[in-house]
């Protein structure tokens, strides 16, 4: 009886109107309106229709000059082989990068026609969607063979190639240290990716191990970040912009010792450099499933696959094509030398190689009307030449204006010779 | 069937496909709904509108079964299970790890996959990996030769039999008018132009690799599509990734529709504009942001934009719905927005004429301020193209990323092109054009109508040649994929990431190659594949 009293004594009186008070508040709490924070616009309707109609935008594309330099495309009738028909005039071409001259091969024309005739020209669908031809496999595996690597990959498009690969391996918060001279598709893989960007100067790889060894002093500092912070480099084996090769065995060295992964682009020293035109050696493993131009694009077009199997047969069967490829290259290098105002940027061995002015003008657009007059001379003299075309206003650092000139097997040494009395010419007659 | 009700939705019943009543244009537009009498489940909205819809606009999205959904976490979670168990056994040696790995000069580099990342990859993708990648070899037409392929280790390596399975009815190719052909017109074009030609041009546009075929091209297809000027490229993703940049930049504002094709989202993302999202399709969504925008202009700094444009694409090919195009148009003008359209599925494919969901609804093309399409699906070829008036083509041409820094097409593609283009138009001097575009429609109408009526769950519109049929469970995505094969169908089958993860599917891609016999056998061979594993479809 006792320990029931103690139980049901009750609780003080001041308890019980507290908490009744309390279950009071709840109930007035849960019952009252949200307390809103002021909206951030007071505009009544009206205003709002007011500012609707009153909002002019920018038209949709700025006008373009007529006179504009890249408006007016040069017409190429026909083929764009050795003789190219630009413009209504013949003339030897030195524009196009048909380096091992395999675009008017007959082999390669009768594979692709034999490939059209098995399978239509589009293959209607991604790769992962019955788009996979046997042509393309085929391919991927010859070109592992080819460039002595695991395996490879082919996308349809080559810009896409760098575009696409660059993002699917480095992500957001990874770094990357790329040469300054990387071309706009390698630019925009870049972007694409949303790495930490950092830029080296052209080849110094002084330069490159000074921010190399900035970032390993950062990872000291955070070694939990830097363990799953991926780390590139990405260097182009023969450059677009310079004309000039990638000191390749010391960024291996750099590589081991600050543990960075390498990203080779080589669409132009692919069938160029090296003995057996395999490119410059050392290639990086490559994933197939995620790069975003190769899941959701149309594959290649299976004739085209058959041209580039076919390309890898003739490469593969006549390895002193790149022999030859390499001494024209010397003869037009040094017969370029000396042009008053022109000067030549490029390696010797390079079959793509610029001329820029000695000096310039004063302003981009007046040298590049300059460099035109230059290219037109020639044309009209039965050389065919071009501008190194470039996106002013989206290359990160934009290279000097420059004509391009491209060499390849199938010109004679007559042609060469030709070509760059040519230039001196035109670079007497127009820029004195 | 069902007693069926009319009335106007309220509000609170609108789901996300629904045309509201207070309408863009103002006029008395009207929703009628048919609501199944018994369940609240299947919504179809019929528009009838005299101002903005000069047809009916047939879409229906069935909302997933309660019991379907639940079932499908569940199958995903026992896959997860499993994961983890079979990743623990990889770790401890007890299972063979078949991964990619490292060389062993690079065992202390940052490994290239974070673990997580490969979790659904390893466990959950590998094991249905055959139903993709397919690799056929013959032309990808209504017919098409596949080479036999077999793992004996669950799907890490394939070997090849070297085998081929004949005549797989091919449901699974984006052929919508059939011109994946190794014979015919089209063929013998293009293999004239590759022996004058070449394969190659080894030059961009603005340098040496404008040839007098793409002019040819360019033309023919700003003809084709009503717009002052074309201008072609030789990829169809890449159309969008490097114009879109061109177009727009920092300081104007992107709305993108939810379900956008990456390209898209990848030519909006390195634009650097600001990007939101609307709902899928839904126009009251789209009106919102357009009015947020234009009267709060940018954020924090509240200056206005310089300009909004708005992407869609005319058919979704995930989802097999078309685009509400008049609706659109009509509040790109009030709005003075500018409008992005890609029609990759939907050119040739829409339209008594093939010439896409802008002929489809009767509008007219100069509303669309860029027509964005692609060369690979309707006309057997490869590339992309973007219409418009002179002068947004001429900017293109000095500014588009591809212009300056990628290869021209290559010819025997463009001729292919154009021999498809003057067929469809009738130009060529036959009738073959015109019939293929009506077969597609009417196969279109039959396919959709029979799967319908077996009770099969499809999304999209009624005039979609992309036919998405509802699978949801993890499982039957590679279980239906390869019965179908089996039964010699060949299908796609796409899950997560592609779809939301309760929303797996089968998707067919109908073609006008496809005849009659052809689809009544997929018809039939579908609900025999189905039914093997014994769940009713509703």
New interface residues.
Partial sequence: KRVRDTRTKLAPAYHLILEGILILWIIRLLFSKTYKLQE??D?TLKE?EE??EE??????????PKD?P??N?????????HI?T?NGKECI?F????FLGL??NEK??SA??AS??????????P????????V??ELEERLAKFMRTEEAIIY?????TI?SAIPA?SKRGDIVFVDEAA???IQ?GL??SRSNIKLFKHNDMADLERLLKEQETEDQKNPRK??????FIVVEGLYMNTGDICPLPELIKLK?KY?V?IFLEESLSFGVLGEHGRGITEHF?I?R?SG??Y????S??P??AA?AIEALNIMEDSPDIFQTLRAKCERIHKALQGISGLKVVGESFSPALHLQLEESCGSRENDVKLLKRVVDYCMNSGI?L??????E??EKCLPPPSI?VVITVEQTEQELDKAASLLKEAAQSVLN | MTDLKYRLAPASEMSRYCFPNNAVSGDASRCVCLIDSSTVEEINHIVHNGGLYKRPFNEAFEETPMLVAVLTYVGYGVLTLFGYLRDFMRQWKIEKCQNATEREEQKDFVPLYQDFENFYNRNLYMRIRDSWNRPICSVPGAKVDMMERVSHDYNWTFTYTGRVIKDIINMGSYNYLGFAQKTGACQEAAAKVLSQYGAGVCSTRQEMGNLDKHEELEKLVARFLGVESAMAYGMGFATNSMNIPALVGKGCLILSDELNHASLVLGARLSGATIRIFKHNNMQSLEKLLKDAIVHGQPRTRRPWKKILILVEGIYSMEGSIVRLPEVIALKKKYKSYLYLDEAHSIGALGPSGRGVVEYFGLNPEDVDVMMGTFTKSFGAAGGYIGGKKELIDYLRTYSHSAAYATSMSPPVVEQIITSVKCIMGEDGTNIGRARVQQLAENTRYFRRRLKEMGFIIYGNEDSPVVPLMLYMPAKIGAFGREMLKRNIGVVVVGFPATPIIESRARFCLSAAHTKEMLDTAHERTWKSWNRYSLHPK
Avoid: M
């Fill in positions: 951030r616009s505009l709002k500012l609707i909002w002019q935008p920018e038209p949709l594309v700025p006008p373009v504009h890249a408006l495309y040069n017409i190429v009738s026909g083929p764009p082989t190219i630009v071409n524009a196009s990068f048909n675009l008017n390669v024309k692709a026609q059209l005739k098995k399978y239509g020209v589009g293959t209607c669908g790769r992962g969607f019955y788009g996979t031809f046997d393309h496999l349809s498009y080559g810009f896409a575009a391996y071309c706009f598709a925009k972007q694409a830097a363990r799953v912070t991926r780390r081991y543990k992964r493993g994933n499933l975003q131009g899941c959701f694009s149309a290649l077009p004739l085209l041209a065919a071009t501008q190194a075309r470039y996106l206003k989206e391009r």
